[in-house]
């Protein structure tokens, strides 16, 4: 499809979708395909044990290093971040996001350097699962999937629509495009490692791996979908305040 088209096409749906309410947020867990979830689940940690740097502090990699492949990484997110803030009808993170995309490719040096967030332009990620939440889409059952990790229905389908929509794709020729993937997967892999300890202590140790990481993980895309809100119950708890403390 031609970018105008595309660019078009885009709008039209945003207008459509902008009277939408929000799909509702569940309280509990859905899984109803546990047995499988579990024997994947098991081989992406057999996997993580066998790649992993290890060490935490990005596996021994020098610190400008990481931060340079952050900062590149997430530049190369943000025309996805800004194709799903114009399908959810959100102007305000649109134009965010743009100002904070021009700022970095012209004066952060294509993105290496990321001078947009010391002038109040932080980042504001977006995913097309999100897009499909604002649509109305139900969370749906919680997966694993190989290698990837932990997802729910709705955000599996959503990295699909992601990778197919993904602005960066478009533009870039090959084999820059096979680059700036490679980008992304080197940050994914720097993160991991950066976290490998913590992850290991709350997921690893604990009496049933599978049941934190699928906790930990729908506890922190709710809160993310909630914008940080908490939600109207008792049972809630912070995925980000430390487990162990007193």
């Known amino acids: 499809m031609p970018q105008r088209s595309w660019i078009g ?76 803030d114009v399908l959810q009808a959100n102007v305000e993170d649109a134009v965010h996001n743009g ?7 012209l004066v952060g040096v294509g993105g290496l350097f990321d001078p947009a967030t010391s002038m109040g332009l932080e980042e504001r990620e977006s995913d097309f699962g999100e897009t499909l939440h604002v649509w109305g889409q139900p969370e749906g059952a919680y997966l694993v999937l190989p290698l990837i990790g932990p997802s729910t229905e709705r955000d599996a389908f959503g ?13 870039l020729p090959r084999p820059e495009v096979h680059y700036a993937r490679g980008v992304s997967l080197a940050d994914n892999a720097l993160d991991r490692a950066a976290f490998a300890d913590t992850i290991d202590s709350i997921v690893n140790d604990s009496a049933d791996g599978y049941a934190q990481a699928r906790l930990l993980y729908l506890e922190s ?18 995925p980000y305040e430390d487990p162990y403390a007193q």
């Open 221 to 238: 895309r709710r809160y993310e979908l909630r914008g940080g809100a908490a939600p109207e119950n008792d049972d809630y708890f912070d």
């Open 9 to 84: 096409l885009c709008a039209a749906v945003a207008v459509a979708v902008a009277g939408c309410g929000r799909a509702p947020l569940p309280d509990g867990i859905s899984d109803p395909h546990e047995a499988q979830n579990r024997a994947t689940f098991e081989m992406n940690r057999r996997v993580d044990a066998a790649l992993s740097f290890g060490g935490g502090e990005g596996g021994g990699v020098p610190e400008p290093v990481t931060r340079t492949v952050g900062n590149l990484a997430n530049h190369l997110e943000l025309p996805r971040s800004i194709v799903n």
């Open 99 to 105: 100002f904070r995309l021009a700022l970095n490719t």
């Open 159 to 171: 990295r699909i629509v992601d990778t197919v929509l993904d602005p960066v794709g478009w533009v």
